[in-house]
């Protein structure tokens, strides 16, 4: 039935046969296939993979558009796009941001060349599942030495009173030299408690010198256990800025990670989090050096509520034959209850020698000095400490290119300190 279902909907779509048949070879790993590993988070017991092919429909939650500018934009609403904002001139320079069966009409040879490509479908259970079951992807495609001033953002909410699975495919491909910055959110709209399911991959393609500045807030729901994947393959001189806000309100495993592949590649993954209630989230951030001389750090900063549990898995590996590579990471965590639990795990792999690495990490709870400091000069004991916070997770914050959207990170930070 599953086959079946799925070859429908491939069909339904006009998928071209390469990509058809690479949902049925995800098919058949499925069932072979462990899932993925994320260190001391038990999760092997949630629901990641509803084998369901279908569709969502409108149910009235649709997003107010009247304040996202004249910025380049996408926005899909479950599995329809319903928004789509692309400057002229970047269209005359080739630029591509749109739905995948969009895209598979203007630049097919480029999507057939990359599209699964990052993220192999037989790495674990969850990547295949996605590449069988996604039921609705975007692609943004920035050619060859075109620099992009505007931030590009795409916008993919999940519908609160849908069950439809919100299994979605990104692939960013940055050509040579091309510079831009993106921002992705993926966000639970409406007051519906429909209980649902996410498996979100994101490939991103960094060709040889461009220049990828990648922020993102995930504001998904209560009601959706989530599994998402971000990961980046650098070639010669490519440099990707993460800057991730994992602001869920349900029980999530994520993995993000970069591949340095080509010499003097560099990855900057800034990472902050935020658990609450009795969620869950296990954190995964990798960095692999395979070139000479390639640079990935890793910083990420949490704070756990009530009886959350947060677990950051920093992972370092140079691999042999990467001289000159650097590996750096930290991970501090802030526990604000005596119930919370919280893990924060360096892991360095080193296969090469003539190569520098590091790690620190640390959990703890808001420093009595800088409370007694700010309280000192007449700041109240709640507000001293939301700025302490705020300090806290700062560093991630500040990276975020539009303000509007930086702004809204705080307000989700308050609104989960206000639930105490």
Known sequence: MSKEAILNFSMSKAEPVWLQERRMQALEKMAELALPKVERVKFHRWNLGQEVMAESEFSGNVPDFTALGDRPTLVQVGTQTVFEQ??????????????????????????????????????????????????????????????????IEGLFYQDSQSDVPFNKHILIVAGKNAVFSYLERFETIGDGQVSATANISVEVIAGAGSQIKFAAIDRLGQQVTAYLSRRARHAA?????????????GNVVADFDSDLIGNGSHANLKVVAASSGKQVQGIDTRVTNYGHHSVGHILQHGVILERGTLTFNGIGHIIKGAKGADAQQE??????????????????????????????????????????????????????????????????????????????????????????
């Open 86 to 151: 692309l400057p002229a001139d970047l269209v005359e320079q080739g630029v591509v941001f749109t739905d995948l069966y969009s895209a598979l009409e203007e630049i097919p040879q480029v999507i057939e060349e990359h599209f699964g490509t990052v993220l192999a479908l037989d790495e674990d259970k969850l990547a295949a599942h996605n590449y069988a079951y996604f039921n609705s992807a975007a692609v943004l495609y920035v050619p060859d030495n075109v620099e992009i001033q505007q931030p």
């Open 237 to 249: 001189d490519a440099t990707v800025d993460w800057a991730l806000g994992v602001m869920n309100e």
């Open 331 to 420: 991970s501090r965590v802030l526990m604000l209850s005596d119930n919370a639990r919280s893990d924060a795990n360096p892991i360095l792999l080193i296969d090469e020698n003539e190569v520098t690495a590091g790690h620190a990490a640390s959990i703890g709870q808001v420093d009595p000095e800088d409370m007694y400091y700010l309280m000192s000069r007449g700041i109240d004991c709640q507000t001293a400490e939301r700025l302490v916070i705020r300090g806290f997770l700062g560093t991630v914050i500040t990276e975020i290119p539009v303000k509007e959207v930086r702004d809204e990170m705080i307000q989700v930070l308050d609104s989960k300190l206000d639930k105490r």
